[in-house]
């Protein structure tokens, strides 16, 4: 998938409108730290590993209009800056493991000039941006291992080019089993209130020339007892260290329901999503949105005025509804505190070892 969801050019975070897929194809411009969180915010951007590569970015945008001319000043914009950015959305991890990146960064680079950080801190940002699409590539590689020709998958939400910085996580999952001549078909669940299945998935598997059917996320539960469905897979927005899932509203009822009846479960997500300070997911912040995207769809009211809504866009599923959550070290299994942790360790080795 040939998409680039986030990058920078002259001074500027420039994103593919997601809002305006799939009619129209809009790249904009974001170019102050207010922006960017707003942005992220009103989903122009989403999608947990995007959200992070556009978090760095808008790091470096706040060091390259802060007027700070220390480097203590320079950091107290940056810490400013990021708690912005971090507020933008609560559930997907990748934010605040971006900016977290590009602060840490900032306090330790040993670098002469406020000038020079500067510089650094937007290398920092491509850097992000740059590996979300190889760590992508290799999660892909180890996820088609578990997907045999001929499968028929049911997918949530968008993970794809899109939700990343390219090629995508789940959707790269099965990028990777298409590119190996796998033949695989995809059940594409619509994925209300936001329709990001509908809008999105749709439109980048269309492109890829990969079989597909979008589906009522209603008709899940139907296909998947009546034999159609091989494996259910989808992305995440934090993995608790016991390997309870935070995913797109909805993303429970699937797995419970492909346990029901003996589907395998994957959740497919890089090493940034994994969040070992929190034990469970019963720790993870559910972020609730407004009622209009539940009432409206592209304006249009499907509910009664003044109807009292209630939104949360993401739910967890317990780690013992997951048969295995695959990354770009790997693919892990239960005990999920254990294997969770040894991925992280060893993409922490990989960068250790880049940086040297
Ligand atoms: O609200 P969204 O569209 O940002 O939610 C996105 C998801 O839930 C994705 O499944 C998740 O971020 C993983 S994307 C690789």
Redesign the pocket.
Same mark, same amino acid.
């Given at each position: 998938m040939d998409v680039r969801s986030v990058f920078w050019r002259d001074q500027k975070v420039m994103l593919i409108d997601?809002r305006l897929l799939p009619g129209q194809f809009v790249v904009s411009a974001f170019d102050t730290v207010e922006a960017v969180a707003g942005a992220i915010r009103d989903?122009v951007v989403? *999608? $947990? &590993? $995007?959200?992070g590569a556009t978090g760095a970015y808008g790091m470096a945008l706040a060091a390259f209009h802060s007027q700070a001319t220390d480097r203590e000043a320079l950091l107290d914009d940056l810490r400013r800056a990021k708690a912005l950015l971090d507020a933008a959305?609560p559930?997907?991890v =990748?934010l605040s493991w971006a900016t977290s990146r590009m602060l840490a960064m900032a306090e330790r680079a040993p670098v002469a000039s406020v000038e020079a950080l500067r510089r650094a801190l937007l290398a920092e940002a491509n850097a992000i941006a740059d590996e979300d699409v190889e760590i992508n590539r290799r999660l892909g590689f180890h996820g088609a291992a578990l997907i045999k020709d001929g499968a028929n998958l049911l997918h949530?939400? =968008?993970?794809?080019a899109l939700?990343?910085v390219g090629f995508?996580?789940?959707?790269?999952v099965i990028y990777a089993c298409a590119e190996q001549g796998k033949r695989i078909h995809v059940w594409v669940d619509e994925?209300r209130p936001?329709l990001?299945g509908a809008r999105?998935t749709a439109w980048e598997l269309m492109r890829a020339e990969i079989p597909m059917h979008l589906i009522a996320d209603n008709a899940a539960g139907h296909l998947m007892r009546t034999g159609q469905v091989d494996a259910v897979i %989808? *992305?995440?927005?934090r993995v608790a260290a016991n390997g309870d899932v935070a =995913?797109?509203i909805g993303?429970y009822k699937l797995a419970v329901v492909a346990r029901e009846n003996g589907i395998p479960v994957y959740a497919?997500? &890089?090493t940034s999503?994994i969040d070992l300070n929190l034990a469970s997911g019963d720790e993870i912040p559910i972020?609730e949105?407004s009622a209009d995207e539940v009432t409206h769809i592209d304006g249009v009211a499907i509910a009664p005025a003044g109807v009292p809504v209630y939104n949360p866009? %993401?739910d967890v599923t317990p780690h013992r509804y997951i048969t295995a959550i695959i990354t770009e070290e790997g693919v892990c299994y239960p005990p999920f505190d254990l294997s969770l942790r040894r991925a992280k360790e060893a993409a922490e080795a990989r960068r250790r070892e880049k940086s040297m």
């Open positions: 997601q989903m989403r *999608g $947990a &590993p $995007a959200i959305r559930t997907a =990748n949530h939400c =968008n993970t794809g939700a990343t995508g996580t789940a959707l790269g994925t936001r990001q999105l %989808f *992305g995440a927005d =995913n797109k993303t497919a997500v &890089p999503t972020e949105r866009a %993401f």
